[in-house]
């Protein structure tokens, strides 16, 4: 490994895999605010292409609050019964469509506070939206970023709160925006869960659990 300290290495980490990745986004599709708000609400347990394959058709016919709620919740569960926990998933998004038409004329709230009141929203999604939608520098902690936090040595926390909360400290200023894009499309291609893909990884020289895998270059 590097004989850097830890403030260089993952400054270090950070600038490699943003010339790895250079446009870090959601891979969600979606065609307003609204749509990407229930793709991210179907994305929880579920793989982004999976929520791509259903919103594809979905939002093709159903892209507002109206439509969304002519389907009911019953409609809808059936056209997005191929993702896991569509049932509730329906429940939340219909519940959560009706209080955006009564309570903010139809548009999403771009606060964290608002956004985590509304129907199946939590910390997570309120971060994935305030990033994407808002371009604030707000990191959500997924399982991709949660497992390669620990293997890169940036948290030793299950708790993704207190995995947020210590990357919003080591994480330099400039990568807060993109950290969480970054980590997780590595951990989607490259440094997958059960096979990590160590011999394409660029920042393998830097990560401690290559070096326990004894795969860094020599």
């Known amino acids: 490994m590097s004989t850097t300290n830890d403030a260089e290495r993952i400054s270090e980490i950070c600038k490699i895999l943003s010339k790895e990745i250079p446009n870090p986004e959601s891979e969600l599709n979606y065609k307003s605010p609204y749509t990407f708000l229930l793709a991210v609400i179907m994305s929880a347990q579920t793989t982004d292409v999976q929520v791509n394959k259903v919103t594809e058709t979905l ?14 919740e019953n409609g809808l569960a059936e056209k997005i ?29 771009l606060t964290r506070e608002d956004l985590e009141k509304l129907p199946g929203v939590g910390r997570k999604s309120a971060n994935v939206v305030l990033n994407t939608l808002c371009g604030l520098p707000t990191i959500a902690v997924d399982t991709h970023v949660l497992r390669l936090s620990k293997r890169l040595g940036f948290s ?6 207190k995995v947020e909360q210590d990357l919003e400290k080591i994480i330099p200023d400039n990568y807060k925006h993109s950290i969480s894009n970054l980590l997780v499309l590595h951990g989607r291609y490259v440094c997958k869960a059960r096979t990590p893909n160590c011999d394409k990884c660029a920042i393998k020289n830097l990560c401690p659990d290559c070096e326990e895998r004894k795969c860094q270059s020599t």
């Open 59 to 72: 939002f093709e016919h159903y892209d507002t609050i109206d439509k969304i709620l002519a389907l009911g």
């Open 81 to 109: 019964s191929s993702i896991g926990l569509y049932r509730n998933k329906a429940r939340n998004i219909i519940a959560l469509s009706k209080v955006l038409q009564d309570q903010y004329n139809g548009e999403v709230p």
């Open 156 to 161: 030793q926390h299950n708790d993704p709160k």
